[in-house]
C-alpha cells in the first residue's frame, strides 16, 4: 500500500519536482562526464607526454569531484526540504487519518529513492551521450588524432557516479526522516496559513548602509583594478576580497529596506497595474533570502570570472604559441665558467671536462658527444653577454628609487642580457620577425612581457643613458620594442639590451652560448623521430650529456606546445566544471525558492483575480517577479565580474590578454544564458502551473 501510494504521489506531484528532476540530471551528465575522461583518452592518438597531462587532468578532476559532490548533496538537501515544505498540509492529513511518523518516513523514503533512480538512470544516459561530445572537446584541445574514434561507455565513471549519488541519498533520507520526526500535527495542518515572519527594516538606516556598503565596494574595485600593482603577496589581496564579500552582504541586507520606500515615492509607477504587488513579493523575498541571495550572487560572480578568464587564458596561448614557436629548436649553456665553479660541484667527476666545454660553441659540443649535426638545419649560433656594470636596478638610473618604491618584489641586482645587433638580427630572419639597426652610441631595449613594458617605458621616456663595457649609449627610441631570443608559450621578455657589433664586448662578459634551428625533416613522423634526441628522457642526448657533466638546457617547439596546451587544457575543464556546477546550485535554489512562494502565495493570486486581475495580468506580474528575483542577484554578479576579470587578467600579465576577453566572454554568457535561462522558464512555468490549481 505504501509503495503504491507513494509511487502516485510522486505522478501527481510531477510538476513540484520539475526543477528538482532537472537539476539531479544535469548534476549526473556533468559528474559522469568530466569522470569518463580516463576512458575517452584510451582512443585519442596523442604523445606519451600529452597522455600524461591527461593523466594529470584526471587525478585533479578526481579531487575536484568530491567538492562538487559535496556542492549537489548540499543541494539536493536544499530541493528536498523544499519538497517536504510544500507537502506539510498532505502529511498532516495523512496523521489525522492514522497514519504513524515512521510510516510517513517510508513513504517520503519510497518516493525519494524513485525521483533519484529515475534521475540517476536519465542522467546516465544524457551524460554517456554527451560524453561523445566531450571526447571530441578534449581531442580538439590536445590537437589529437581522432582517426580511431567510437562510441565509449566509462564503466568506471558510471560505477563512480552510482556510489556518489548513493550516498548523498542516503543522506538525504536520514535528513528526511529527521525533519519528519519534528513535525507536530497542528503545524503540519496549518502550514499554508503560515508567512515568513517580515520584519521591517529603518529605511534611512538601510540607506546609509547601502550607501556605506557601495562605497566600500567600490573602493575595493579600485584596489584590485586601478591599485593592482601594490597587491603584490597573497596576503594583500584578502582585504579586498573580504570588503566584496561584506559589502556584499550589506548590499541584499539594506536593498529590501529602502527600495519599497523610493518607488513609492514614485505614485505613477507604484500604483501602475500590478507593480505594488510585485514590489512587495520582490522586497520580501530579498528581506528573507539576505545569506542565501549573497551566497548565490558570489556564486555567480565566480562562475562568470573563472569561465571568462580562463577562456582568455586557452584562447590567448593558443594565439601566441604560434607566434612563440618559429622554431624547432632552442639549445643553451652556459659559457666561460669560472674556476669557483669547481668548489660547488666537487661531487661531478666530469665538473672540469664541463668548464672546458663552456669555452666551444653548441654545435661543437653537439659534434664532440656523437651527433650527426644534419639532423639540423637552418642552424644559427649567438653569444649573449652581461655586465657587472649593468643590473636591472641601474637600467632605471634616476628613476630607480621611484619604481623601487612601486615594485619593490622586483630583483634589481639581476644582470641585464646584451646582445649585438648583428646576432639578434640573424636569430630575427630565422624567426620571422622584425629586424634592427643601430648606430654606434645608440641602444635598444627589446621586452613584450606587458608588465615590464610599462616600468620600463617610463626608464626610456626619461631619456636614461648606459654604460656598457665603459663606453655610453643612449636609447634610439623612448619606448621599448618588440622582440625575442628564446621560444616561450607567450610574450615573457622582460629585457633584452641589443647594442652594437663594435661595442667593446669581452669573451669574460659572455654568459652563454644560444642556438636555435629547424629539424631537417619534411614530415611529422621523421620529426618526432629527431625529438627524441633532444627529449629530456633518459634516451635523449640532453640527459646523456648531463650525465657526462656537461649541462645543456634547451626546449623544442614540440614540446612547448604540448605542455602549454595541456596546462590550458587543465584550467578550462576545472573551469568549466566548477563553472557549471556552481551555476546550477544557484539557478536551482533561486528556482526551489520562488516555487515555494508561489505555493505560500496562492492564496494572495486569488485576491488579485477577485479584485479584477485577468490572467493575463497576473502572469505578466509573476513573470517580473522571476526575472526581477533571477536578475537582481547576476546584476551585482556581471558588476563584480567586470572588476574581478580584470584583475585576473592583470595577475595572468603575459599569460592572457584583454583582446581575448570578448570572445570568452561572449563563450560565457552562452553557457549562462542556456542553464539560468532553462531554469528561469522552468520555474516560471512551475510557478505558473502552482497559482493555477484549485484551492
Given amino acids: 500500500m505504501l509503495f503504491k501510494l507513494s509511487f502516485n504521489n510522486m505522478?501527481?506531484?510531477?510538476?513540484?519536482?520539475?526543477?528538482?528532476?532537472?537539476?539531479?540530471?544535469?548534476g549526473v551528465?556533468?559528474?559522469?562526464?568530466?569522470?569518463?575522461?580516463?576512458?575517452?583518452?584510451?582512443?585519442?592518438?596523442?604523445?606519451?607526454?600529452?597522455?600524461?597531462?591527461?593523466?594529470?587532468?584526471?587525478?585533479?578532476?578526481?579531487?575536484?569531484?568530491?567538492?562538487?559532490?559535496?556542492?549537489?548533496?548540499?543541494?539536493?538537501?536544499?530541493?528536498?526540504?523544499?519538497?517536504?515544505?510544500?507537502?506539510?498540509?498532505?502529511?498532516g492529513i495523512y496523521m489525522t487519518l492514522g497514519m504513524g511518523k515512521r510510516q510517513i518516513s517510508k513513504i517520503i523514503i519510497m518516493e525519494t529513492i524513485f525521483i533519484g533512480i529515475i534521475s540517476l538512470i536519465v542522467g546516465l544516459v544524457v551524460g554517456i551521450f554527451a560524453s561523445q561530445f566531450m571526447s571530441i572537446l578534449v581531442a580538439k584541445m590536445f590537437e589529437a588524432d581522432m582517426s580511431s574514434f567510437q562510441f565509449v561507455f566509462s564503466k568506471e565513471a558510471c560505477i563512480k557516479t552510482c556510489i556518489y549519488f548513493a550516498v548523498m541519498y542516503v543522506a538525504v533520507m536520514f535528513f528526511n526522516t529527521f525533519t519528519v520526526s519534528r513535525y507536530k500535527l497542528i503545524n503540519l495542518l496549518n502550514a499554508e496559513k503560515k508567512n515568513e515572519k517580515i520584519k521591517m527594516k529603518n529605511p534611512f538606516l538601510c540607506i546609509l548602509v547601502f550607501l556605506g556598503a557601495s562605497t566600500m565596494l567600490g573602493y575595493a574595485y579600485w584596489k584590485v583594478t586601478a591599485d593592482a600593482s601594490s597587491i603584490t603577496t597573497a596576503d594583500k589581496i584578502l582585504p579586498p576580497i573580504l570588503m566584496g564579500v561584506?559589502?556584499?552582504i550589506l548590499i541584499f541586507w539594506s536593498l529590501s529596506g529602502f527600495i519599497i520606500h523610493v518607488v513609492q515615492r514614485m505614485k505613477n509607477t507604484y500604483y501602475n497595474?500590478?507593480?505594488?504587488?510585485?514590489?512587495?513579493?520582490?522586497?520580501?523575498?530579498?528581506?528573507?533570502?539576505?545569506?542565501?541571495?549573497?551566497?548565490?550572487?558570489?556564486?555567480?560572480?565566480?562562475?562568470?570570472?573563472?569561465?571568462s578568464s580562463s577562456l582568455a587564458l586557452r584562447n590567448t596561448m593558443q594565439r601566441?604559441?604560434?607566434?612563440?614557436?618559429?622554431?624547432?629548436?632552442?639549445?643553451?649553456?652556459?659559457?666561460?665558467?669560472?674556476?669557483?665553479?669547481?668548489?660547488?660541484?666537487?661531487?661531478?667527476?666530469?665538473?672540469?671536462?664541463?668548464?672546458?666545454?663552456?669555452?666551444?660553441?653548441?654545435?661543437?659540443?653537439?659534434?664532440?658527444?656523437?651527433?650527426?649535426?644534419?639532423?639540423?638545419?637552418?642552424?644559427?649560433?649567438?653569444?649573449?653577454?652581461?655586465?657587472?656594470?649593468?643590473?636591472l636596478g641601474k637600467f632605471f638610473g634616476s628613476k630607480y628609487e621611484e619604481i623601487k618604491q612601486e615594485y619593490p618584489m622586483l630583483n634589481y641586482d639581476i644582470a641585464e642580457e646584451i646582445i649585438k645587433i648583428s646576432d639578434y638580427n640573424k636569430i630575427a630572419k630565422l624567426y620571422g620577425i622584425e629586424e634592427y639597426t643601430l648606430n654606434?652610441?645608440?641602444?635598444?631595449?627589446?621586452?613584450?612581457?606587458?608588465?615590464?613594458?610599462?616600468?620600463?617605458?617610463?626608464?626610456?621616456?626619461?631619456?636614461?643613458?648606459?654604460?656598457?663595457?665603459?663606453?655610453?649609449?643612449?636609447?634610439?627610441?623612448?619606448?621599448?620594442?618588440?622582440?625575442f631570443v628564446v621560444m616561450s608559450t607567450s610574450h615573457t621578455n622582460t629585457g633584452i639590451i641589443l647594442v652594437p657589433d663594435n661595442c667593446p664586448l669581452t669573451e669574460e662578459m659572455k654568459e652563454r652560448h644560444f642556438l636555435a634551428a629547424n629539424y631537417n625533416a619534411n614530415t611529422e613522423e621523421e620529426k618526432e623521430k629527431i625529438e627524441v634526441i633532444f627529449s629530456s628522457g633518459d634516451s635523449g642526448l640532453i640527459q646523456s650529456l648531463d650525465s657526462?657533466?656537461?649541462?645543456?638546457?634547451?626546449?623544442?617547439?614540440?614540446?612547448?606546445?604540448?605542455?602549454?596546451?595541456?596546462?590550458?587544457?587543465?584550467?578550462?575543464?576545472?573551469?568549466?566544471?566548477?563553472?557549471?556546477?556552481?551555476?546550477?546550485?544557484?539557478?536551482a535554489i533561486l528556482a526551489l525558492k520562488q516555487l515555494t512562494d508561489a505555493s505560500d502565495n496562492k492564496q494572495r493570486y486569488t485576491i488579485l483575480r477577485k479584485i479584477g486581475c485577468d490572467e493575463k495580468m497576473i502572469n505578466k506580474s509573476l513573470f517580473r517577479q522571476i526575472g526581477i528575483f533571477f536578475g537582481i542577484p547576476l546584476v551585482l554578479a556581471i558588476i563584480h565580474s567586470i572588476f574581478g576579470i580584470q584583475f585576473a587578467i592583470t595577475i595572468m600579465s603575459g599569460l592572457a590578454s584583454k583582446e581575448d576577453l570578448?570572445?570568452?566572454?561572449?563563450?560565457?554568457?552562452?553557457?549562462?544564458?542556456?542553464?539560468?535561462?532553462?531554469?528561469?522558464?522552468?520555474t516560471y512555468l512551475g510557478s505558473k502551473n502552482i497559482i493555477k490549481e484549485e484551492r
Fill in 273 to 307: 497595474g500590478t507593480n505594488m504587488f510585485v514590489l512587495r513579493q520582490i522586497n520580501n523575498k530579498i528581506n528573507t533570502m539576505v545569506a542565501s541571495m549573497s551566497i548565490i550572487c558570489l556564486m555567480l560572480f565566480m562562475t562568470i570570472s573563472v569561465l
Fill in 440 to 483: 654606434d652610441n645608440e641602444y635598444i631595449l627589446l621586452c613584450d612581457f606587458k608588465s615590464q613594458i610599462e616600468i620600463r617605458n617610463r626608464a626610456l621616456e626619461s631619456g636614461n643613458i648606459l654604460t656598457i663595457a665603459n663606453k655610453k649609449y643612449k636609447s634610439k627610441y623612448n619606448e621599448c620594442k618588440d622582440g
Fill in 548 to 587: 657526462k657533466g656537461i649541462e645543456i638546457d634547451g626546449m623544442t617547439k614540440i614540446s612547448i606546445m604540448e605542455s602549454s596546451v595541456g596546462i590550458a587544457t587543465i584550467v578550462t575543464f576545472i573551469a568549466i566544471y566548477l563553472g557549471v556546477i556552481f551555476l546550477i546550485a544557484s539557478s
Fill in 11 to 26: 505522478k501527481k506531484s510531477i510538476k513540484d519536482y520539475s526543477i528538482y528532476f532537472l537539476t539531479l540530471v544535469l
Fill in 246 to 248: 561584506a559589502s556584499t
Fill in 29 to 91: 551528465a556533468i559528474f559522469y562526464m568530466f569522470n569518463s575522461i580516463d576512458s575517452q583518452q584510451a582512443m585519442l592518438q596523442v604523445s606519451q607526454s600529452q597522455r600524461e597531462i591527461i593523466k594529470l587532468m584526471i587525478t585533479m578532476l578526481g579531487y575536484i569531484s568530491i567538492f562538487v559532490a559535496f556542492v549537489l548533496g548540499l543541494l539536493i538537501v536544499y530541493a528536498n526540504n523544499f519538497l517536504i515544505n510544500r507537502r506539510k498540509k498532505e502529511f
Fill in 662 to 682: 570578448l570572445p570568452s566572454a561572449i563563450a560565457t554568457v552562452i553557457i549562462i544564458g542556456i542553464i539560468y535561462g532553462a531554469y528561469f522558464i522552468a
Fill in 320 to 391: 601566441e604559441l604560434v607566434e612563440m614557436t618559429p622554431v624547432d629548436l632552442n639549445l643553451y649553456k652556459t659559457a666561460n665558467l669560472p674556476e669557483t665553479y669547481m668548489k660547488y660541484n666537487v661531487k661531478k667527476k666530469s665538473t672540469r671536462e664541463q668548464r672546458e666545454d663552456s669555452k666551444i660553441p653548441i654545435t661543437q659540443t653537439l659534434k664532440n658527444n656523437g651527433l650527426d649535426i644534419n639532423v639540423l638545419k637552418d642552424i644559427i649560433e649567438i653569444s649573449t653577454y652581461t655586465s657587472d656594470d649593468l643590473t
